[in-house]
């Protein structure tokens, strides 16, 4: 059974840094689109990053509120995706989920097959 895993949430003060990580198990993901989501406390759940294959050439996308502050990467031979989060703010408060696997509609990401449990990222000021 295929499952995701991340690591790497807590607490830090603004200003600060985490790195997440995603281990996957069960499945191979190195062909798949991964992505970071994350819902902050009372909105609906966003797309933070995305990393395409290496097939497609590991094409990064961002959230333009997080541009210049956090990095997306995968390791393939470790079947993990990252996410380094720096000079964090408040605003990135949330509950961080991974997804893999991007299920498209008319060529467009509508969902993934696969998420993560979530891990809680908290930025106090």
């Known amino acids: 059974k295929a499952q995701l895993v991340e690591s790497g949430g807590g607490s830090v003060q603004a200003g600060g840094s985490l790195k997440l990580s995603c281990e996957g198990s069960g499945y191979t993901f190195d062909s798949c689109v991964m992505a970071w989501y994350r819902r902050a406390p009372g909105k609906e759940r966003e797309l933070v990053a995305s990393?395409?294959?290496?097939?497609?050439?590991?094409?990064?996308d961002y959230l333009d509120s997080v541009k210049g502050r956090f990095t997306i990467s995968r390791d393939d031979p470790k079947n993990t995706l990252y996410l380094q989060m720096d000079s964090l703010n408040t605003e990135d408060t949330g509950v961080y989920y991974c997804?893999?696997?991007?299920?498209?509609?008319?060529?467009?990401?509508?969902?993934?097959?696969?998420w993560g449990q979530g891990t809680q990222v908290t930025v106090s000021s």
């Open positions: 997804a893999a696997c991007a299920a498209y509609t008319g060529g467009v990401i509508t969902d993934y097959h696969y």
């Open positions: 990393i395409t294959d290496d097939f497609k050439g590991f094409t990064k």
